[in-house]
């Protein structure tokens, strides 16, 4: 599907606008909250540079959206500015041959640096900047179904499966909503678990990446695929869990059809699109582990803007780059999709309001040892094919054992490809 959006925009260059007027492409996933996202930062820049125009095309998400983004830039032809993962994925790109390095723009040096190391390639040059806010994973929850059945924040997995009872005898309510026709929404739980797989063992990402640990044989790191195996056989889940969307993931747990979602923050743009009225209805609490004195947050550094090192327009995209990492950028951000979490911007601020399952996020940032990077910002290697598995578990076709094997086997692809020691 494309989006067109012709806009009058320029660098600011003093050049002549007639002459020098460009076109550029930006290729988008298919969110709503992303390409609104870009609808502002394209607008805000034409209010500062009237020459050059821009031209939105969307994608799918998941593997099949992966796989886009792998053949045009193997082909040559990828969009001028793309959105793409930062992390273990982007490796997968080879960005230092395949990518544009930034790290001459102006605003390089207000980028936060533990987001600079997740978008650097293998020659350590930088290669994108944040277009989102940090995030965490965990479960966003409906909060008149809280109040009504006298329900409180699960501070351990077993206190989660208590609400999750409670909600399944007293109403007719879905505990849990899953939508497994965005596959790449099922991995939620054995995603967000990361935290509590650090508590239980904190060298678990040296480990897996020299190939001497792996999930199947770590009982921490096996248990979110055993949450999921758990949540699936006590009924937990809406009954058109394979055919529901994302959207429809959020508008169960907005309108309190179904009480809790497994989702990353990054949604809360998505409420804010859709679903406006009921925002404040929706809290946020992270995944609970075992241990009620470690309850803490899986943080996701956020996908990231970059261009193919074959642009014809590398300036200009560097210009426009260099706005999106900028306060300006962020407050065009805010403007279209609200606040989500922390920007990564030296001298961008959140308003002094902001929505409740933001506000339900932010003690996990304010208090030493409650956040942990999820398991692909510590180490170069994640499996393409985690959603097709999480899928199978969360639909009863296959176990949690079974499918720790197979995830081990769908990274060690991967990490001969990156050439890892060891593997």
Known sequence: MKTRLILSTALVSGLAPAAFAQELTILSDSSPDTV???EALTAAYTAQNPDVSFSIETRPGGSE????????????EMADLFIYNSGSLLQALRPDRTLLPIDDIENYGQINEAYLSTVQGADGATYGVPLETAQGGGIYYHKPSYE?????????????MANNAAISDQTDKAPIAQSYRDTWTSQLFVLADFYN????????PEKFTANEAKFANTPAAAKGFERLQEAFEAGYFNADFGAATY??????????????????????????QNHPDLMEDVGFFAQPGDDLEANGLTVWMPASLYSPRDTEHPEIVRDFMNFVASPAGCDAITEA???TGPYLIEGCELPAEVPGMVADMMPYFDEEGRTAPALEFLS?????????????????IRDAASAAALYDQDVEKLARQLGLPGW
């Open 247 to 272: 959207d429809d993931g959020l508008r169960m747990v907005a309108t309190g059809e179904a009480v809790h979602y497994p989702m990353l923050t990054f949604a809360v743009g998505a409420f804010q």
């Open 148 to 160: 009504e059945l006298g329900l409180e924040i699960p501070m351990t997995w077993d206190q989660f």
């Open 36 to 38: 609104a996202t870009f």
């Open 65 to 76: 959206g992966d796989n886009l983004v792998k053949t045009r830039l193997a082909t040559g």
């Open 337 to 339: 999709i609200g606040v």
């Open 197 to 204: 797989v650090l508590q239980a063992v904190p060298d678990f």
């Open 380 to 396: 170069p290697v994640k499996g393409p094919s985690l959603e097709q598995i999480t899928v199978e578990v969360g639909s009863g």
